[in-house]
């Protein structure tokens, strides 16, 4: 299952890093993100752009997850060689990661 | 008790923000307060370069256009400007500001500065400081530095909001202390008052980027709709004598302000969502909660503040050489093969010319220029080739771009649009630490009457 299907996020940029959120659209995304969205599964999709670490936040609140990625932006916005210096279109990359989840 | 709490509108969320905006805001938005948030981390050192050029340049390229579109509406209906377009010269802002109220017939308008941000010379007398991102001693880019500007806090524009003048014109300040100094000016809030200085915090964080928090940056067509993105209007904050904290935005705009909106934002650019640390205070917004009690009206409560810390974070700008970019595009049967060919042949004649670059990157945009190269990734009809290197040699720099462009001639089969070549010289950032006794904020009214 899609993450695009069960929430939305925004990418911003600090230096070298970059911080994905993913809001769930409902109770029912939520407990799936929260349970399946691990740092390990969005290492897995960013390591062929990212150094790392990824640490993962969670705000029930807002049934949301907030990703933090270190190396993220080819040395930070100033540095990067990159045709999108602020990693804007990174919050994109994490909504295409496949969830081993059978949707009922 | 008057019921009407504060209202403070947005005007500019960034350096090259929309300015139509703006002007609806002052005209019809009922607002105290119009806040314009123009400074990223890389602006202020890039305009220290402008103001060493032209000592009356410095400030943010868009100030002129704003006031003119707004000083007449903030003056009829009393609204009072805060704004970080001082950049690295905060005085030259409140100059041109005033004048431009002079040509426009609007009178002797006084201006309150803030000043010391600029702690270059403090820093480079000081041994010790370690540079954040690299972990390097700062001594490492000391020769290159351009800039070192201290992020100021709500306490020092609270003392020039007393001033009363229409128009408050700071350097580098926190970006939500812009917001939640208003809002501690009109309300008297201590300064220690840190449930309080939360909600103004949470309040500056959620508007600081515009539109951001009213659909901009939002919309995915079919999936995430925003209605009538086109009159995107800009955010407004309604702040209670107890810190209750309503968003809202200009009405008769378009955009969208609900949970969805607000929960993207609220997480922008936010690492520890228990310890936002900002030059007022440790924001912790783990219990924060979003209630839409209206259409385009939501209650933002729950957030919580620990004590600021000692020091301040300085951005310190440094020259870092210069980056190259060249394109040229391709389409059709084999669009890839001839564009990744392109690369093989400029790379090589830039080899044979005797040039080096420290660090290359070659994109196909249209394939694996955002998101990098997956090896299942369908081949697209056209693909736009970008070759961009870091180098210190102006020569070799300008090279590249100059290579790729003679593509046109010299390349693959059918290679167009070849891009002018570009070189950009590097201002680059990275933070130190700075402890807060060595910082001295300044305040000061041009003019008035």
Known sequence: ?104 | MAPHPLRIGVGAGFADDRITPAADMAKSGRIDWLIFECLAERTVGRENLARQKNPKKGFTPWLEQRMEAVLPHCLEHGIRIVTNMGAANPTGAARVTRRIAADMGLGDVACSVVQGDDVAETIRALPGLMLMESGEPLESILPMMASANAYLGADAICEALSRNAPVTITGRVGDPSLFLAPAMHHYGWSYDDWPKLAQGTAAGHLLECSAQLTGGCFADPGKKDVPDMASLGYPIAEIGANGELIVTKLEGTGGRIDVATCSEQILYEMHDPSAYITPDCVLDITGLTLTEVAQHRVRVAGTKARPRTDSYKVTVGYFDGYIAEGQVAYAGINAVGRANLAADVVKERLRLRGFEYPEMRTDLIGMSSLHGMKPDRPEPYEVRLRIAARTNDRKAAEALGFEVRAMHVNGPAGGGGGSEPTVREILAVQSVLLDRNLVTPEVFVEGGS
């Open chain 1, 1 to 104: 299952m899609l993450v695009y299907d069960l929430g939305h996020g925004r990418a911003g940029d600090k230096g070298d890093t970059s911080n994905i959120s993913v809001i769930a659209y409902n109770d029912k995304a939520w407990k799936i993100l929260q349970r399946e969205l691990t740092a390990e599964r969005v290492m897995d999709a960013y390591a062929h752009i990212v150094h790392g670490p990824v640490t993962r936040y969670e705000l029930p609140n807002l049934r949301a997850l907030n990703f933090v990625i270190e190396g993220a932006l080819g040395g930070g916005v100033t540095r990067s060689l990159g045709q999108d210096m602020h990693g804007k279109s990174l919050s994109t990359l994490i909504l295409t990661i496949d969830l081993p989840v059978n949707e009922a």
